[in-house]
C-alpha cells in the first residue's frame, strides 16, 4: 500500500489542523493505521494510531485531549485532526499502516511522505 499525507502548513498556537492520509489500495480489516512526528534533531515519535475496522485507538501523552485520529473507510482516508496545537507540535507528521497495534515506529512498514506542520507563536 501507498500513503500520501497532506494538509501541513503554518499555525498559530491555539489554532486546528486537519491532516490527511490517503491510501492506495482499501487497508485490510486487521491493518493499524498511524501517525508519528519527527521535529528537527529528534527522533521520531508515536502520535497516535486507530485500527482499520474496530475504531480502537491509542494516544500519546502529549496529543491526548488536543489531537484526534479517525478513518473514512468509503474513501481510504485517515486523519488527525489537530487542535489547541502549541510550539512543540512542529515537526514533520508522518502516516504509516502495520498489522500491530503498537506505538514503535518498527512495527509499521509502511510509510507516506510527511507534511510539515510548523505551529508559530
Known amino acids: 500500500v501507498q500513503l500520501q499525507a497532506s494538509g501541513g502548513g503554518l499555525v498559530q498556537v491555539g489554532d486546528s489542523l486537519r491532516l490527511s492520509c490517503a491510501a492506495s489500495?482499501?487497508?485490510?480489516?486487521?491493518?493499524?493505521l498511524a501517525w508519528f512526528r519527527q521535529a528537527p534533531g529528534k527522533e521520531r515519535e508515536f502520535v497516535a494510531l486507530?485500527?482499520?475496522?474496530?475504531?480502537?485507538?491509542t494516544y500519546s501523552d502529549s496529543v491526548k485531549g488536543r489531537f484526534t485520529i479517525s478513518v473514512d473507510k468509503a474513501r481510504n482516508m485517515v486523519y488527525l485532526d489537530t487542535n489547541s496545537v502549541k510550539p512543540e507540535d512542529t515537526a514533520v507528521y508522518y502516516c504509516?499502516?502495520?498489522?500491530?497495534?503498537?506505538?514503535?515506529?518498527?512495527?509499521?512498514?509502511?510509510w507516506g511522505q510527511g507534511t510539515q506542520v510548523t505551529v508559530s507563536s
Open positions: 504509516a499502516s502495520g498489522s500491530r497495534f503498537s506505538s514503535s515506529k518498527n512495527d509499521y512498514n509502511y
Open positions: 489500495t482499501r487497508p485490510y480489516s486487521s491493518a493499524v
Open positions: 486507530i485500527r482499520w475496522s474496530r475504531d480502537s485507538r
